[in-house]
């Protein structure tokens, strides 16, 4: 609506009216956030423009778009600029959605009205009362879930032996988030059988909550406790443990078996409905010697079954033998060890050891006793051959049996086998003793040698002998090239030995002071260059012609010679021998010109 205001002015000396209409407006309005929220209170906000006109403003607001209340009435101003406004609203319900909207209105009689808002207020926390856990005759832990709704909170749970409850648990924090929360209280002191009731309840600011009544009975399993076994023989044991009934009728049976599955049960024993332990035991028969056995106790009642720990026993029998590593091992020497178990009887040991596994010595005989339980045994060998492999064993006896140990190995140190050569040059074409000796000394033994020639990249078998007396063997061997000889006994390896070829070269006279030369082996030295030498008065060798060699290894000089008698020889340089040879000479001849 629009009103119309006059305005007039006065000229000099008369009264003249001039009335101008001016039209007022109505005051603008926002209904602003809500700046504050609890379970009875809000803070709500807006602004209002009064637009030139003294205005004044409230809040209305209810369950509904209806409102129903209003806030006090604030002047905002006659200005024509928005005017900030609040007002803190009390009274309302927790947990309950509340409209509101900002009105004002202006001296001229103008009314506006803001936007409708909606603002919930703080719950009070959800209680969810769960189940109990952990039930034995005396004690349970009750259990539930807490949302605090956004408010601080706290919890208790109250229990007793009828919904009356009667009793509660220590209040605890649950914090003011706004998920569940699992909580739990234990509870002791409670009567074994006895029906009992409890709910969780949950308070803060925004009021209580009480979850469900739900109900538990203190009883609880049997408690069981399985013990060592005793008086063990080769046959029986006894079997022995604990059971404490928990107030229940309760019987208890032994279950046992050379597995952790057991399979065989002893029949039930009654062991009464008390509250404290109680030793129960049984003897059981027909056990093979030296067995390991597996065993628990198991007891049952109306609250449940009750299962000890697995234990283990070992009937006596056969001692247990264990055969450990050598130590100490030298050429001629070496500790064996291992472990032996009486298992309850008077027993012995000894090791065996030889070169096969058909051994062919011993020890000598120790005691190891009768106590139960492993026992280290060491047993030092002397006069063993070097370089060589033993089998060895521990065995133990006594009136239940002999046992054998796994069969176990160890090499002496230094070489099986030696290998020499009587020279380590070789002109091609001559043989070369290689010979050497075997750690055992043994006659008849089979050597086997081997030669990797220059440029090969394995050993490749050369040939057999057999060992004389004092284990001596020997091999005369030709080699054509470079050639690097092991020998092998038993398996094992020499050290290596290498044999270096000259080319084998003849000097030969012939006709009209012409000579001829022929290098071996014929073929790879066709092109390469021989030199014929001449020695001099001061013993050394000057080279007086040059030839490359046919391809059947040979040369023809023609040389001028100087009257009288020289001394020659034709001589092949390392260089041209190539790889695999060394250089190489003639023998020296005379000629007289």
Do not use: C
């Not at 900002?102 to 207020?121: E, F, K, P, W, Y």
């Not at 605890?172 to 006895?194: E, F, H, N, R, Y």
């Not at 952790?260 to 409905?273: C, D, F, M, R």
């Not at 000894?350 to 009768?370: E, I, L």
């Amino acid at each position: 609506m629009r009103r119309l205001l006059f305005v007039g002015t006065l000229a000099a000396g008369a009264l003249v009216a001039a009335p101008t209409a001016v039209a007022a407006t109505a005051p603008t309005v926002v209904t602003g956030p809500v700046t504050a929220v609890g379970p009875t209170t809000a803070t709500v906000s807006g602004s209002v423009n009064p637009n030139g006109t003294a205005t004044t403003s409230h809040f209305e607001y209810g369950t509904s778009i209806a409102y129903g209340s209003v806030t006090a009435t604030t002047s905002a101003g006659s200005g024509t600029t928005a005017v900030a406004t609040s007002a803190n609203i009390t009274g309302l319900k927790p947990g309950t959605t509340y409209h509101y909207r900002l009105v004002a209105t202006n001296t001229a009689g103008m009314t506006s009205r803001g936007a409708d808002g909606i603002l919930t207020t703080s719950s009070a926390p959800v209680a969810v009362t769960g189940a109990a856990s952990a039930l034995t005759s005396t004690t349970a832990t009750l259990n539930g879930t807490v949302n605090p709704n956004g408010r601080d909170t706290t919890w208790y749970f109250d229990y007793g032996t009828s919904t009356s409850y009667g009793k509660q648990t220590p209040l605890k924090d649950a914090g003011a988030g706004t998920d569940a929360v699992p909580v739990s209280a234990g509870v002791t002191g409670l009567t074994t059988g006895k029906l009992y009731h409890f709910r969780l309840v949950a308070k803060s600011d925004a009021g209580t909550s009480q979850g469900a009544d739900a109900t538990f009975v203190p009883t609880a399993a049997p408690a069981v406790v399985t013990k060592p076994a005793s008086s063990v023989t080769d046959t029986e044991a006894k079997l022995n443990g604990t059971v404490n009934p928990n107030g229940q009728a309760t019987t208890a049976t032994f279950e046992y078996g050379t597995t952790a599955s057991y399979g065989t049960k002893t029949p039930p024993q009654n062991v009464g409905s008390g509250s404290s332990a109680t030793g129960v035991s049984t003897t059981i028969a027909g056990l093979k010697p030296g067995t390991v056995y597996h065993f628990r106790l198991v007891a049952t009642s109306a609250a449940g079954t009750g299962t000890g720990g697995d234990q283990t026993f070992t009937t006596s029998g056969p001692p247990v033998v264990t055969t450990g590593p050598a130590s100490g091992i030298g050429a001629n020497t070496a500790t064996l060890t291992g472990s032996v178990d009486p298992n309850g009887h008077s027993t012995s040991w000894f090791f065996q050891y030889g070169m096969t596994t058909a051994y062919g010595a011993k020890t000598s005989s120790k005691s190891a006793g009768s106590a139960r339980g492993a026992k280290a045994v060491t047993a030092p060998l002397a006069g063993l051959t070097p370089g060589t492999t033993y089998h060895y064993r521990l065995v133990a006896t006594s009136s239940a049996g002999t046992v054998f140990g796994a069969d176990a190995v160890f090499t002496t140190t230094g070489p099986a086998v030696t290998i020499a050569a009587a020279a380590r040059i070789v002109v091609f074409g001559r043989g070369v003793l290689l010979s050497g000796t075997i750690s055992s000394k043994q006659t008849d033994q089979q050597v086997v040698v081997f030669a990797q020639r220059f440029g090969s990249a394995s050993f490749t078998s050369k040939a057999t002998t057999l060992t004389g007396a004092g284990g001596e063997w020997s091999l005369v061997v030709r080699p054509t090239v470079h050639t690097t000889y092991k020998a092998t006994w038993n398996g094992s390896p020499s050290s290596t030995v290498a044999i270096s070829v000259r080319p084998s070269i003849s000097l030969r006279v012939l006709t009209g002071a012409r000579f001829t030369t022929r290098v071996a082996p014929n073929g790879p030295f066709y092109g390469r260059i021989v030199q014929l030498q001449r020695r001099r008065a001061n013993g050394t060798w000057l080279t007086i012609a040059r030839k490359r060699l046919s391809r059947f290894s040979t040369a023809v000089f023609h040389p001028k010679l100087p009257r009288g008698r020289s001394t020659l020889r034709v001589a092949m340089s390392v260089n041209q021998t190539g790889p695999g040879y060394l250089g190489g000479f003639s023998r020296s001849v005379t000629f007289r010109r």
